[in-house]
T-cell receptor, first 111, second 116 residues
């Protein structure tokens, strides 16, 4: 089955710093999504990518669909305390019926 | 508000009991899912229904039985609860899963199940 490797597993950064996380897959995907989960809540969609090479921003967040279609990254610029949470990548290949989720990146922003 | 709503938010129960979690979406989506999130925060799909038809049934004990009375509802019934069933269960929905079009999921806020 499809596998996603998400890294890093956790990050501790100072407020104001930029952060980057990425996912790689064992197979080609035609969709990459990035979600954020706040404590006690369900994951919320941040950015969706549907074409290889696509670069999409949502405020301070930028995500890219890798050219090989086997990877994606998410950048957060000028981090703030409310960026704290777990970030999940998710992807789907053409033959799959559901999304596959990465294992998550726990982000902590220190004041 | 348009959303995926699941109840209850918290569920504490004894081993051996039977319990149900309910999920409803008013987004007009045709596909609904149940995910289990373990203590390491990994999201694992359990079931998926498309227009009331079961399309995904991952390796889940048969103590877990989903029921979809209509495409806006997907409930999860669990028999003979075990300690290892303790987790957060998320319901989600999406549009056009089978046709392969854009399939961002909308998640509910989760049900934290604790079996004691």
């Amino acid at each position: 089955g499809q596998q996603l490797n998400q890294s890093p597993q956790s990050m501790f950064i100072q407020e104001g710093e930029d952060v980057s996380m990425n996912c790689t897959s064992s197979s080609i995907f035609n969709t990459w999504l990035w979600y954020k989960q706040d404590p006690g809540e369900g994951p919320v969609l941040l950015i969706a990518l549907y074409k290889a090479g696509e670069l999409t921003s949502n405020g301070r967040l930028t995500a890219q669909f890798g050219i090989t279609r086997k990877d994606s990254f998410l950048n957060i610029s000028a981090s703030i305390p409310s960026d704290v949470g777990i970030y999940f990548c998710a992807g789907r290949s053409g033959s799959a019926r559901q999304l596959t989720f990465g294992s998550g990146t726990q982000l902590t922003v220190l004041p | 508000d348009t959303a995926v709503s699941q109840t209850p938010k918290y569920l504490v129960t004894q081993m051996g009991n039977d319990k149900s979690i309910k999920c409803e979406q008013n987004l007009g989506h045709d596909t609904m899912y149940w995910y289990k999130q373990d203590s390491k925060k990994f999201l694992k799909i359990m079931f998926s229904y498309n227009n009331k038809e079961l399309i995904i049934n991952e390796t889940v004990p048969n103590r877990f039985s989903p029921k979809s009375p209509d495409k806006a509802h997907l409930n999860l019934h669990i028999n003979s609860l075990e300690l290892g069933d303790s987790a957060v269960y998320f319901c989600a929905s999406s549009q056009d899963s089978l046709r392969g079009t854009r399939v961002g999921y909308t998640f509910g806020s989760g049900t934290r199940l604790t079996v004691v």
